[in-house]
C-alpha cells in the first residue's frame, strides 16, 4: 500500500521543463519532498514559479558523467523523458538516454524509479510505442525497483493529445477520416496520471513491474472527438471512417489542420492504429482510487476547457516538444564581426506611457496577432506547415503574459526582461537563425517611451541569402507596419482608459 511520503526524502524529475513533469515538480515539494531537476536547458526553468525550491542539474541523458553528478544522493527518480519529434532516429536517443541512467541509478543507491510508458497491445508496435515499451525494459531491468505506468491518451489543459482533439473537432463539421476513428482508447485525465506518480514513490521495495493505467471510460477515438464537441457547445460532427487514408496522409491531415507539427503528429497517428485500452488493474492492489474516484472522460475535457478559459494552463505541449530549429542564443552584436548577419530596425516615439506599450508587446502573437498584414503571416504559416515546420498557430499559453522558454506561434521566448525586453528565436523553417526583438524604455522628456523593434538573421549559405534578399521587399511592410501598430495600439489604450476613468467620476 501507499506509505506517507517522509519529510527530507529527496527525488530526481528528468523532463521537468515537459508537459508532465513541469506539473509533477509543485506537487512533490506540496507532498513534502525535495527535488531535483535535470534539465538541459536551466534558462527554460528563468519563470517557473516553483525555481527557487529546487536543486538543478544540467546535462544530457546520455552524458554518463552529468547523469552520474544528478543521482548523486536521490531516493527516487522519476524518468519522464520522451524524443518523439527530435530530429534523426529518437528511438536511439531514447534508448541510449535509458540506458545511462539505469548504468547509474543503482551504484548511487537509488531506491525506486518511476516511469511513465504508454499503453500498448501485444504484437508488433509503432516506432513509438516499442521505443516506450523497451524503456520501460532497461529501467525495469536496471538493479532498482521501477514502477513502468502506462498510460494512454492523456486529456489536460495543453496536451498534445487534447490539443488534436480539439482542433480536429473545432475545425472540421464533417470529418473524413482514417479507420483509427473506430479503435478504442482509454483516456486518463492529467490529475490522475499525477496522482499515480506521486504515489509510487512510496511502493514497496519489492514492486518492479509495469502497471496498466487509465481513466473509467473506454471509448472509441471517434466518440472522444464527439464528446469533447458537446464539452465545447458544439454539435456532434459526423465522421466517416475511410479505408484510403494511410497513416502517412492522416499524419500530414493533421499537421495542417491543427497545431500539431508533423514531427509529432507521424508517430501520434501510428500509435492510434491499434486499441490502447488497460489489461490489468493490478495498480488498485497497491494503490487506492483517488479521492472521488478516476475522472471521466468528459468531466476531464470540462476541467481543461475550465483552465483555457481562466488563462490558468500550468504547461503546454508546446513548451516541451523537440524543433529542429536552432537553438544556440543570439550572439552579443560585437561577436558579429566577420559574419554574414542581416537586420532590420525600427525605432519610433510614442506618447504612450512605456507600461502600457509593454502590455502590448507583451501580448503579442496568438489571437491578437502580429499587427501587420494578416494575411502575410497566415500565408507565412501554412507554407512552414506544408514543409513540417511548427506553423502560426501553435498560438500562447496565456493570453496576456510570456515567460521566458514559452512558444508563441512559431516563435520561442528566448530572452524576457519585463517590462522592457523581448527576444523571440524563430522556430519556423529558414535557412539560417532568425531572431525577432521588441523593447521599449521610458522617454523622460516627453513622458511617453521609445519603442524599439529589430530583427536579426543570421543566413545559412547561399541559400540563407537569397531568402533573404527574396523577402526584403516584404519587411519594408510587415516591421514598419507592425511598429506602427504597436505604437497606436498602445495610444489607443491608452485614450480609451482615459475615456473609462472620465466616465465613472462623472
Known sequence: MVKPAPQGKKVLVTGATGYIGGRLVPRLLEAGYRVRVFVRNPLKLTDVPWVNQVEIAT?????????????????????????????????????????????????????????????????????????RA????????????????????????????????????????YMPAPQWVRNFIQPIAIRDVLYYLIACAELSHEVNRTFDIGGPNVLRYGQMMNGYALEAGLKQRPIAALPVLTPWLASQWVNLVTPIPRALAVPIIASLQYNCVVHEHDIDK??????????????????????????????????????????????????????????DLRELRTSAPSDQ????????????????????????????????????????RNAAHLNAGDALDFWRVEELDRGRFLRLRAEMKVPGGAWLELSVTPNEESGGSNYRQRAVFFPHGLGGRLYWLSVLPFHGIIFAGMAAKIVQTAEAQVLADGKANTTSVV
Do not use: C
Open 59 to 131: 546535462g544530457d541523458l546520455t552524458d554518463p558523467q552529468a547523469v552520474a553528478h544528478a543521482v548523486e544522493g536521490i531516493d527516487v527518480l522519476y524518468y519522464l523523458v520522451h524524443s518523439m519529434g527530435a530530429k534523426g532516429e529518437f528511438e536511439q536517443i531514447e534508448l541510449a538516454g535509458a540506458t545511462t541512467v539505469a548504468a547509474a541509478a543503482k551504484p548511487a543507491g537509488v531506491s525506486r524509479i518511476v516511469y511513465l510508458g504508454g499503453l500498448h497491445p501485444d504484437g508488433e508496435l509503432s516506432p513509438h510505442l516499442r521505443s
Open 357 to 396: 506599450v509593454w502590455r502590448v508587446i507583451e501580448g503579442i502573437g496568438g489571437d491578437h496577432g502580429w499587427y501587420s498584414f494578416p494575411l502575410a503571416w497566415a500565408i507565412r504559416g501554412w507554407l512552414d506547415k506544408i514543409v513540417g515546420g511548427v506553423g502560426l498557430r501553435r498560438g500562447r
Open 286 to 343: 497497491f494503490i487506492p482510487d483517488p479521492e472521488g474516484g478516476l475522472t471521466p472522460y468528459r468531466r476531464s475535457v470540462r476541467l481543461a476547457l475550465g483552465k483555457m478559459r481562466d488563462g490558468a494552463v500550468e504547461t503546454a505541449w508546446q513548451d516541451s516538444a523537440v524543433s529542429n530549429a536552432p537553438s544556440d542564443r543570439l550572439p552579443s552584436d560585437p561577436e558579429w564581426s566577420g559574419h554574414t548577419v542581416y537586420t
Open 134 to 173: 523497451e524503456v520501460g525494459r532497461i529501467l525495469l531491468n536496471s538493479g532498482v525497483p521501477t514502477a513502468a505506468l502506462q498510460a494512454g491518451v492523456v486529456i489536460g489543459s495543453g496536451s498534445t493529445s487534447f490539443e488534436m482533439v480539439r482542433h480536429l473537432t473545432d475545425v472540421l463539421p
